[in-house]
């Protein structure tokens, strides 16, 4: 027997697993690592974060992603040599923290690799009648197990696109495992670029949880500082706070076909990007300042994400748990406790060593977990769903 797919057996056998969670999202600001020590599954998992660190993207390394992130047109060549070497980046980012940490290679079970989010489609973002669904991460894993020595499971949204869904957000099956609680409902919101949120209310299995995006997110008001502003962030929503929210502006965020879209929904940059705002700032007839188009940015992702909350019906006390960087724009967590009112509480999430810039990496180590278990991660008329490829070493 090939001794990887020995070792995949006998990590099924053991009582804890050592699992390295990886997550680079659309915000392209960084690989963010998450070591886990996980034992059992399913709605049992135990998780707990041992290391974790962000490691932020030099301009170098977003200069090169950028040519093909939510971009149309792309140079295939050049993408062909991105995908393996965005993998051995990965690799080597990994092997650079574990030295750090002190960490042995052979003492990691496995990695979960998210990968480089391209491109997202689903089906109502394009007209394609013969297809239907789709998305694209890359940085190869096979490049990450070579370079790590360590078995990697890697591109878990494809089986979730498989069985019917958008491929995203998988943080229904995670955040399941780690804070359903039956004692009361339960509400996770991540703002990273995109915005999305798990309800678990009280008593739900996994696949009555109502999982979506929301819409952004971090995502316009990044690219708007970074292009007028020159800085990758508006750090703690400083220039939104000067700024004035420009209600016609406003109304054209909220009235986008996608705000109004049922849930669950996904979306992405290729949906919210500085051409949108372009056509929405031609439609309105005043000039509106950067400062006051920041604030306008700023107060339509709290607003958007209050919106959605809404639709929930929640009508016991609930502590909303965020997670993502948006959870550090004080201006947006200061907004969402003045709108959703006294009945919720706004929480950065901080459990068990999940905190609100570890969670999304852990969420998919946590996936691995069941991928390995082989437990009902979720499912899909009756079907189990066992997200992940696996990679093995050289
Ligand atoms: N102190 C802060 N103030 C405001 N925004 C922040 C702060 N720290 C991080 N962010 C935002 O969070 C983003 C990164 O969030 P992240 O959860 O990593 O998203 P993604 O999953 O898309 O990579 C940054 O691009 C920035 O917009
Ligand atoms: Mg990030």
Same mark, same amino acid.
């Given at each position: 027997?090939? @001794? ?6 006998? =990590? ?20 963010? *690592? ?154 996770? =919101? ?19 949880? *109502? ?33 004035? *929210? ?17 849930? @669950? ?8 990007? =500085? ?14 300042? @950067? ?5 306008? =940015? ?94 093995? @070493?050289?």
């Amino acid at each position: 027997m090939n @001794p990887y797919i020995e070792k995949l057996y006998k =990590l099924s056998t053991k009582n804890e697993r050592i699992i390295i969670g990886l997550m680079s999202g659309t915000s392209l600001d960084g690989l963010d *690592i998450a070591v886990c020590k996980i034992s059992n599954f399913g709605a049992d998992t135990k998780c707990e974060v041992t290391h974790f660190a962000t490691i932020s993207y030099s301009d170098e390394i977003k200069n090169k992603i950028r040519p093909v992130f939510s971009t149309e047109t792309v140079e295939l060549k050049y993408l062909t040599l991105l995908n393996p070497w965005i993998g051995t980046l990965h690799g080597h980012f990994i092997n650079q923290k574990l030295t750090e940490w002190g960490i042995k290679n052979e003492d990691i079970d496995l990695i979960a690799s998210h990968g480089q989010t391209i491109y997202h489609c689903p089906n109502s973002f394009h007209s394609f009648s013969d297809f239907n669904n789709g998305t694209l991460q890359i940085g190869d894993a096979d490049h990450i197990a070579a370079e790590t020595n360590i078995i990697t499971l890697s591109d878990f949204r494809q089986k979730h696109i498989a069985a019917g869904f958008e491929g995203a957000p998988l943080a229904q099956y995670g955040d399941y495992n780690l804070f359903a609680n039956h004692q009361k409902d339960t509400l996770l =919101l991540n703002i990273g670029g995109i915005a999305n949120f798990t309800f678990i209310g009280k008593g739900y299995g996994v696949n009555d949880v *109502i999982c979506s995006d929301i819409g952004p997110g971090n995502t316009l008001m990044d690219q708007y500082v970074q292009k007028h502003f020159g800085i990758d962030f508006d750090k703690d929503g400083e220039i939104a706070s000067k700024g004035v *929210i420009n209600s016609d502006l406003l109304d054209l965020l909220l009235s986008l076909s996608f705000i109004k879209q049922a849930m @669950p929904k996904t979306t992405g940059p290729e949906l919210f990007n =500085l051409e949108l705002l372009e056509k929405l700032l031609s439609q309105i007839n005043a000039e509106v300042s @950067p400062h006051d188009i920041m604030a306008t =940015l700023n107060e339509f992702t709290a607003n958007c994400i209050v919106k959605h909350i809404q639709q929930l019906d929640i009508t016991n006390s609930t502590d909303v748990l965020v997670s993502g960087g948006g959870a550090h724009n004080l201006a947006i967590v200061a907004k969402l406790q003045d709108k959703l009112g006294k009945h919720f509480r706004v929480l950065k999430l901080d459990e068990n060593g999940i905190n609100a810039d570890s969670k999304e990496a852990v969420l998919f180590a946590i996936l691995a977990n069941e991928t390995v278990m082989n437990a009902n991660a979720g499912s899909k008329n009756g079907k189990q769903l066992t997200m992940g490829k696996i990679s093995l @070493p050289l």
